[in-house]
């Protein structure tokens, strides 16, 4: 029989989950296989401000806001001010008992020239705050590009459309794994190269603003047809290379792990058709396969190279050898299902951008009308493409390891503390990642989009991410937590009290049990 004290004791517990119990996670950390990291993450640009400090120069995300060119003005020459609040956010997310903080670095904060001399600051704000995450126990895991090009490289050379990006990449990686590889296990060279060449090159909408006047939007140069697949091309030689440095002069000592990150969609056949159906798998490759197959198997998918022909760069046989099997782990960004329907039989044209040669339309919901492109973001939640991804990947990619590197649910400008919809995304998520595990996917690892409020690429501070409320406004830039940050607390935390509440609930429901 319980006694009095502990029956208070179980009350009061009761009562401290109460005001998320309609939000109680289904799932505890127990659920996850041992050595499974739970986190969050932001990005350099999106989060550091202090774009001007410590010597770090612009980079291309700089040149682009500060003209003026985001849809709200916006820029981020302050935004969350993690550079001047890390201490404080470290704190929170340690409070949170997050097991890993992914964020980049910043390359023009490392290197200012691009190349070359290396900015004391900036290698002392990335040591401190990775000795800040490790004296906190929490593994940092760093990504080396984030879309942040240094803006000099770009007006030297033209930034990724030069095969002159591949050596200044691996320099730069260079200087982090020597300056910082003694304490970060796991490195991710770069963030969504897919993403990137269709949003610079095709349609233009990301700096440098490239595309042809038929196919994107305002550009006053570029060629969608061929300067996407080119810039994705330079990205896979600089990574394989950077990869390839990391084995060779550091891997064995520091005993990490290099991966690259792949913003992954989802496709379902519109229409159980043939047609459909292999419109789903044409996207699929020309999506995802499109930076996985080189990296896994060293080349891109055969239909690419047949729709693309000439315009698809080819890999020598050095450069495949060495692409081929450059990844320890895939980082796999998703937030996007959509639904591929045929459309070979559309009007075609021989001049067609990496769009066109997909030859299909998406929906993001079946009553959405066709589009030629998906954006990158948006609902419906649909937490079951997840599991169909992981799976799919694990089938068609030797189980290879795999951490979600992003997946997260973006609120409005005046979202409210209360975020039961990103707590209802994020669990539905983790427990669809829960499901691709049970049916063996290799998944090591799940890390929320965003820690905190930060500037967002498309939708500058429209749009909330985080677990944090940033005030934007404030000049403190004050955080607050949402709802979801409580209840990932709760599933990172509390299992013990949360089992314990399970068998106050039953004793409750059930007395004389
Ligand atoms: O904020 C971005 C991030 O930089 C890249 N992946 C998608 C996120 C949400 O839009």
């Known amino acids: 029989m319980l006694g009095v004290s502990s029956l208070f004791l179980l009350l009061l517990l009761t009562l401290s989950v109460v005001g998320f119990s309609q939000h109680t996670p289904k799932l505890s950390r127990d659920d996850f296989p041992p050595g499974f990291i739970l986190g969050a993450g932001t990005s350099a640009f999106q989060v550091e401000g202090a774009v001007a400090e410590d010597g770090r120069s612009p980079s291309v995300w700089d040149a682009y806001t500060q003209a003026g060119k985001m849809m709200d ?59 800040e995450l490790i004296s906190h126990g ?18 030297e050379y033209s930034g990724w459309l030069s ?23 796991h490195w991710t060279t770069l963030n969504e190269p897919n993403v990137a060449a269709i949003a610079s090159y095709d349609s233009g909408f990301f700096p440098p603003q490239r595309c042809s006047y038929s196919f994107g939007f305002n550009c006053t140069a570029g060629n969608s047809t061929v300067e996407p697949y080119i810039a994705v091309h330079h990205a896979l030689l600089a990574h394989s290379s950077a990869a390839a440095l990391y084995r060779e002069k550091y891997q064995a000592k520091q005993k990490g792990l290099i991966g690259l990150n792949v913003y992954s969609f989802w496709c379902i056949p519109f229409t159980n058709s043939t047609a459909d159906v292999k419109a789903t798998q044409r996207a699929l490759d020309f999506f995802n396969g499109w930076i996985i197959n080189p990296v896994v198997f060293g080349d891109y998918p055969e239909i690419m190279k047949k729709n693309a022909g000439s315009r698809i760069p080819s890999f020598t046989r050095s450069e495949s050898e060495r692409v081929k099997g450059s990844i320890d782990f895939l980082g796999v960004n998703h937030y996007i299902t959509a639904y591929t329907q045929d459309d070979s039989d559309g009007p075609k044209s021989n001049v067609r951008d990496y769009n066109g040669d997909i030859f299909a339309k998406f ?3 079946k009553d959405d009308s066709p589009s030629g ?4 973001i948006g609902l419906p939640a649909v937490p079951s493409g997840l599991q169909s991804l992981l799976e799919y990947y694990k089938n068609e990619y030797g189980n290879i390891p795999i951490y979600v590197q992003e997946n997260g ?104 049990q």
Not at 148 to 155: A, C, G, R
Not at 167 to 176: K, Q, W
């Open 373 to 376: 492109q998906i954006v990158p």
């Open 409 to 512: 649910f973006g609120g409005p400008q005046n979202e409210s503390l209360n975020d039961t919809a990103r707590v209802e995304y994020i669990s539905g998520y983790l427990n669809a990642t829960l499901s691709a595990i049970r049916n063996g996917s290799n998944t090591k690892g799940y890390i929320v989009w965003s820690f905190l409020d930060v500037f967002e690429f498309l939708a500058g501070y429209s749009q909330r991410y985080g677990f944090y409320h940033v005030d934007f406004e404030d000049k403190a830039r004050t955080r607050r937590p949402k709802l979801s940050a409580h209840w990932y607390t709760d599933l990172l935390k509390k299992r013990k009290e949360m089992k314990i509440e399970m068998a106050t609930q039953q004793t409750m429901a059930h007395p004389t």
């Open 138 to 155: 929490i593994q940092p895991h760093v990504t080396l590009y984030h879309l942040d090009l240094p803006q000099i490289l770009e007006d």
């Open 73 to 131: 003005k916006s820029n981020a020459d302050v935004t969350s001010d993690q550079y001047h609040k890390y201490k404080e956010d470290v704190k929170l997310m340690s409070k949170m008992g997050l097991d890993a903080y992914r964020f980049s670095i910043s390359w023009s904060r490392i290197l200012p020239h691009g190349r070359g001399a290396v900015n004391p600051k900036g290698v002392q704000y990335y040591n401190n705050l990775i000795n």
């Open 363 to 365: 929906r993001l919901s």
């Open 163 to 185: 095969p002159k990006i591949v050596e200044d990449f691996t320099a730069y990686a260079d200087v982090c794994f020597r300056e910082f590889g003694d304490r970060v296990a």
